[in-house]
């Protein structure tokens, strides 16, 4: 049974950072990609960060390059993600998500974080 469990989300004022987790259990993750989505209020679930398991190689939405940063520690089986100068439309639930790297899609999901940014 995979399972991601995402932590690390809160009240920060813009300007602040955080720093998710997400601890993944069931399998070795090897051969995965491991991303971060999110949901703000009224909009639909985006993309934000991804990284390769093996490799390292990132992606990131436009919207958080040079402010976000995912990583992981493979000993742990945690990702992360780094979010720093974080502003009020940051604010969303952000879920943890993997995959297979032959697969299109996310096939696992955690059940969220909330982030919010006052301004």
């Known amino acids: 049974q995979v399972q991601l469990v995402e932590s690390g989300g809160g009240l920060v004022q813009a300007g602040g950072s955080l720093r998710l987790s997400c601890a993944a259990s069931g399998r070795t993750f090897s051969g995965y990609d491991m991303g971060w989505f999110r949901r703000a209020p009224g909009k639909e679930r985006e993309f934000v960060a991804t990284i390769r398991r093996t490799g390292g190689t990132t992606r990131y939405a436009d919207s958080v390059k040079g402010r976000f940063t995912i990583s992981t520690d493979n000993a742990k089986n945690t990702v992360y993600l780094q979010m720093n100068n974080l502003r009020p439309d940051d604010t969303a639930v952000y879920y943890c998500?993997?995959?297979?790297?032959?697969?299109?899609?996310?096939?696992?999901w955690g059940q969220g974080t909330q982030v919010t940014v006052s301004s």
């Open positions: 998500a993997a995959k297979m790297i032959v697969s299109t899609l996310y096939t696992w």
